[in-house]
Each structure stands twice: as structure tokens, then as C-alpha cells.
């Protein structure tokens, strides 16, 4: 059973930080993009960051370029995202994704095939 185990969510202040973490298991990522979406209360889910199998392309959101990193361990099959400079706007719940696209293809939500269950981070004022 394939399964995106994510962990690192919390509350933290406004300009502080966090990591987050999502861990593959259950097949080979081989080729594999993995990536982040998020969902704020009310709002749509929206990508945030991708990164390719490989971890030599990575795909941004504009909202999050500057100050979100995406990385990946193959040999963990984990893939990592800091949050920096963070702002009660990236309050959501964030959701790890996987699937055998580009790091830019992960961007479109339509037909991703492995989605995590996603840790809250909230962010206050």
C-alpha cells in the first residue's frame, strides 16, 4: 500500500519557521516528482513547490518563491520543504504529492496520483 506520510506542521509566529517532511513508502519513487499543495480554510487547494526526481529541477509557487525550499532524499524516499519568513496567508493544511511528471507538471493538480494527508501549520498575526 502506497502511503506519503508527512510530519513537521505546528503553530509558529509570524516571520518564524518550519520544516516539513513527507515520507514514501509502499513502492520504488523511482522517477518520481514529488511535491506540495495547500489548503487554507474556504479556499481552493494550490500548488506550492515541486521537485523532480532527480532534485535538480524545482517548481515554485509565486507566493512562496524566496522563502519556501524544496528537497528531497532518494535514499530516505523523503522529500522536504522550509518554510521561512512565514505569514498567517500560509496558514493551510499541506499535502505532499508524488507522480511521474515534471517538477512543473506538478503544478496541475488533475490527475496526481499519490496525495499525503497533509499536517496543519498555522501561522499567527
Known amino acids: 500500500q502506497v502511503q506519503l506520510v508527512e510530519s513537521g506542521g505546528g503553530l509558529v509566529q509570524a516571520g518564524g519557521s518550519l520544516r516539513l517532511s513527507c515520507a514514501a513508502s509502499?513502492?520504488?519513487?523511482?522517477?518520481?516528482?514529488m511535491g506540495w499543495f495547500r489548503q487554507a480554510p474556504g479556499k481552493v487547494r494550490e500548488f506550492v513547490a515541486a521537485v523532480s526526481w532527480s532534485g535538480g529541477d524545482t517548481w515554485y509557487a509565486d507566493s512562496v518563491k524566496g522563502r519556501f525550499t524544496i528537497t528531497r532524499d532518494n535514499a530516505r524516499n523523503t522529500v522536504y520543504l522550509q518554510l521561512n519568513r512565514l505569514t498567517p496567508e500560509d496558514t493551510a493544511v499541506y499535502l505532499c504529492?508524488?507522480?511521474?511528471?515534471?517538477?512543473?507538471?506538478?503544478?496541475?493538480?488533475?490527475?496526481?496520483?499519490?496525495w499525503g494527508q497533509g499536517p496543519l501549520v498555522t501561522v499567527s498575526p
Open positions: 504529492t508524488a507522480d511521474q511528471r515534471s517538477a512543473q507538471a506538478m503544478a496541475v493538480p488533475l490527475g496526481i496520483v499519490y
Open positions: 509502499g513502492r520504488t519513487f523511482s522517477g518520481y516528482a
